[in-house]
Structure formats: structure tokens, C-alpha cells
């Protein structure tokens, strides 16, 4: 069972960054789709950005797209995913989750929770204005 521990949260003013960490527990050779997901109370969880651990293709949802960038690190065989948030605006406001999957998943699915194992607890993002 592969756990997912975000961290990188906090609060910040509109065009402020954060950098988000998510950390799986064990190895995880075998983790080929890794995302972020953000979710505000009330509504559905919203994909922002997403990565493919093999070839590195990258994957980020119109309304961050030039503002929040989707790494990896996996020198460590622990893989890490990283998700760099600058020019933050209110909007941005919600708690943001880290999903991993061990299958490839399709660019088309990329932003669909459903096709994603593995949770993250979440990490609170607040922009105020």
C-alpha cells in the first residue's frame, strides 16, 4: 500500500508562490501516473496538473497553465513530486491533493479522480488578495 504524505501548504498574497511536496512511503518503481488535484468545500476535485514518471510528459489544466509547474524526482527510488505555484491569485484557494497510479494513464483521463489509487491527505493553499 503506497502512502502519500503532501506538504508545502500555507497561506500567501495574490501573486505570491508555494511550492508543493508530495513524498510516497516506500518504492515506488512501479508508480507511472502522479498528479495534483485541488479541491474547494462543496465542489468536485479539479485535476491542475499532472506527470507521466517515465517519459516526463507534463500535463496542467487551462486555468494554471503558465503560472504552476509539474516536476519529479525520483533520485531516490522514493518518488517525489513537486508542484511550483507562482503567480498565485484567490482563485487558486483550496486544499490540493497528491494522486498516484501505478498504471499509465491516458492523457484524456489525466484529471479524472477516479482513475487514480493512491491519496494524499491534502495540503491547504490559501491566496488572499
Known amino acids: 500500500q503506497v502512502q502519500l504524505v503532501e506538504s508545502g501548504g500555507g497561506s500567501v498574497q495574490t501573486g505570491g508562490s508555494l511550492r508543493l511536496s508530495c513524498t510516497a512511503s516506500e518504492y515506488t518503481y512501479s508508480i507511472n501516473s502522479l498528479a495534483w488535484f485541488r479541491q474547494v468545500s462543496g465542489k468536485e476535485r479539479e485535476g491542475v496538473a499532472a506527470i507521466y514518471t517515465g517519459g516526463g510528459s507534463t500535463y496542467y489544466a487551462t486555468s494554471v497553465k503558465g503560472r504552476f509547474t509539474i516536476s519529479q524526482d525520483t533520485a531516490t527510488a522514493k518518488n517525489t513530486v513537486y508542484l511550483q505555484m507562482n503567480s498565485l491569485k484567490p482563485e487558486d484557494t483550496a486544499m490540493y491533493y497528491c494522486?498516484?497510479?501505478?498504471?499509465?494513464?491516458?492523457?484524456?483521463?489525466?484529471?479524472?479522480?477516479?482513475?487514480?489509487?493512491?491519496w494524499g491527505q491534502g495540503t491547504q493553499v490559501t491566496v488572499s488578495s
Open positions: 494522486a498516484a497510479e501505478g498504471r499509465w494513464i491516458a492523457p484524456s483521463f489525466a484529471f479524472r479522480p477516479s482513475e487514480y489509487t493512491y
